[in-house]
């Protein structure tokens, strides 16, 4: 299949050869991840493409870009067109996914919305134990995303640069990240570190003095997608429903507990205030040292975690 993919969509029209080959790609890409096996023509089985299809789906809605029903339909058919035509060249007797339909989807309200629990944490971290290049990288994004809960998209803009010791008046605060592009038209913004997430970002970032923060093996950017593919990924190995707006909603749900008052939770999460809280005079929003005060003593999740349980694996 991999390397008579070319020869199999001879014949075909050019918007047809390039929609299978895309299909035959991403069911090749998916194959190897799954087994480590290169695909043949027997892999395009009913139960492997419901699987592929089922994996796509849940990564698509772990990274926040969606996935529509249509999207399915189209899938779908190109792989059932894609089997039919291979199976005709192979000289098969029947095309292999003729009965295919697809995988059912799960319904929205179905699916985990509350935040992480502290044996998911460390049942996460316990799986990013290693020092491989990936295992540093999704350390720090799934650090990063817990401590503080930046949204899928303000992670793959963000530099080395972004990583720094915070001072004032010459005196260092603390360690911090900035938001410098942040979602939804929002203002830029920094997040508070704790000592935990600080030395797993210093693990990611070790001598590089430039560069993207969450860097792919080639040394360009991750991109948003790609981050939540990655996260959905180590949630997967973990045995723990895991995507960026999950890690925001425990990041904001742990700092609520533990005090954070409503101006440090919008300052940190970038949420617009309460009107209420604004016109009832009571409202404020912590300076940069108030916040990582706040942050450093009381509100780090990760801290306050390693607090309760003893020491985290985190390397």
């Not at 697809?102 to 290693?130: F, H, M, Q």
């Not at 210093?202 to 950017?221: I, Q």
Request: charge should be positive; include cysteine; charged fraction near 25%.
């Amino acid at each position: 299949m991999p390397g008579s993919s070319c020869l199999i969509v001879a014949g075909r029209r050019r918007r047809t050869r390039a929609e299978y080959l895309e299909e035959s790609r991403l069911f090749r890409a998916w194959r190897a991840e799954r087994s480590g096996c290169v695909a043949t023509l027997g892999d395009l089985t009913v139960e492997h493409a419901d699987s592929y299809l089922a994996d796509s789906i849940r990564r698509a809605e772990g990274s926040g870009s969606g996935w529509a029903t249509d999207t399915t339909g189209h899938h779908v058919a190109q792989l059932r067109a894609f089997a039919g035509h291979a199976a005709a060249i192979a000289g098969l007797p029947a095309n292999p996914l003729a009965g295919f339909k697809g995988p059912k989807r799960t319904r929205r309200e179905d699916r985990t919305v509350d935040g992480l629990e502290d044996d998911e944490v460390i049942a996460v971290l316990d799986s990013l134990g290693g020092s491989t290049f990936r295992d540093v990288v999704d350390r720090g994004l799934f650090v990063l995303g817990f401590e503080d809960g930046p949204r899928r998209s303000e992670f793959a803009p963000m530099d080395v640069a972004d990583f720094r010791l915070a001072e004032r008046a010459g005196q260092p605060l603390g360690w911090v990240v900035d938001v410098r592009y942040p979602a939804k038209g929002g203002k830029p913004r920094t997040l508070p570190l704790g000592v935990r997430a600080e030395g797993a970002l210093r693990d990611l970032v070790g001598r590089r003095a430039s560069g993207p923060l969450f860097p792919s093996r080639d040394g360009t950017a991750l991109s948003g997608e790609r981050i939540g593919e990655r996260l959905a990924a180590l949630g997967d190995r973990a045995g723990v429903d895991l995507s960026p707006q999950r890690l925001r909603r425990s990041a904001s749900s742990w700092q609520d507990a533990y005090g954070a008052s409503s101006g440090h939770l919008d300052t940190v999460f970038g949420w617009q205030p309460n009107p209420i809280d604004v016109k009832s005079g009571h409202y404020i929003k912590p300076t940069l040292t108030q916040l990582l005060i706040a942050h450093q003593t009381q509100l780090s999740p990760l801290d306050r975690l390693e607090h309760r349980v003893g020491r985290l694996p985190l390397g």
